[in-house]
């Protein structure tokens, strides 16, 4: 019962994580474009 119950939830924590780091470097790319075109 709780096994099936944490295993969503543990896939949905792994989910999240790799979303924001995926949003993180999108960022940290669009930040190093900008700064270059700034220039």
Excluded: D, H, V
């Excluded at 896939?11 to 220039?39: G, M």
């Amino acid at each position: 019962m709780y096994f099936g119950f944490a295993l969503p939830f543990k896939a949905f924590n792994i989910i999240r994580q790799r979303y924001l780091l995926f949003c993180y470097k999108a960022n940290n790319k669009f930040f190093f474009l900008s700064l270059l075109t700034i220039e």
